[in-house]
């Protein structure tokens, strides 16, 4: 089953976010965000109108990743 975008988009950010070792409070420091708005993204209920592109190049530049990097397919919608 295909993914809501919002979904896929909070779950590669917690990834990446994981991966470089920060919490999301320090995620929220890094962009200005608050800590409830990156918590919010993250979440699996992430809602249409959560973010737009502009939040998204703010948290992929925090982050060090390209914005691409957070629309890739999670690993369990991989085919092998």
């Known amino acids: 089953m295909e993914k809501d975008i919002y979904y896929l988009v909070g779950q590669n950010i917690k990834k990446q976010r994981k991966l470089k070792g920060l919490t999301q409070l320090q995620l929220a420091n890094k962009t200005f965000f ?3 708005f990156i918590r919010k993204i ?11 592109l502009d939040t998204l190049s703010k948290i992929a530049l925090a982050l060090g990743v390209d914005i691409r990097l957070l629309f890739d397919p999670l690993d369990d919608d991989k085919m092998a």
């Open 42 to 52: 993250e979440s699996k209920s992430a809602c249409r109108n959560t973010f737009s």
């Open 34 to 36: 608050s800590y409830e």
